[in-house]
């Protein structure tokens, strides 16, 4: 049986601009979009900052946001200097990375 004190799950970061989501080796899981208000891409790096291994990019417009439920992005892929996420000069996005 699961013990119910131990935690569970992966941790939700919240990113709304350009943001150092994790330090260190890790697993990006998913990347949720909860709204957009301006098309733009999203560029995810291994790295502490907007350079260096890039993971993925994400190009968000008007379409993407349509629905009015979140969309996830799912990735499981590993990180080994850290997690980044990089907003071009349109992008104006919530979003959430949930990351082991």
């Known amino acids: 049986m699961t013990n119910p004190n131990l935690a569970f799950g992966s ?7 350009d943001t150092q989501v ?3 080796k890790g697993i ?4 949720i979009l909860n709204g957009l ?3 733009g891409d ?6 502490l900052t907007e350079a260096g291994t890039v993971i993925a990019v994400l190009h968000l417009d008007v379409t993407t946001s349509i629905s009015v439920q979140p ?6 892929t590993k990180f080994a200097t850290g997690c980044y996420a990089g907003f071009d000069g ?5 979003l959430t990375f949930m990351i082991d």
């Open 42 to 47: 999203l560029t995810i790096y291994d790295s």
């Open 28 to 31: 990006l899981r998913n990347v």
């Open 37 to 39: 208000t301006t098309a």
């Open 22 to 24: 994790k330090a260190g």
């Open 11 to 17: 941790t939700p970061v919240h990113v709304t601009e």
């Open 90 to 94: 349109n992008l104006v996005a919530d």
């Open 71 to 76: 969309i996830n992005f799912p990735y499981n």
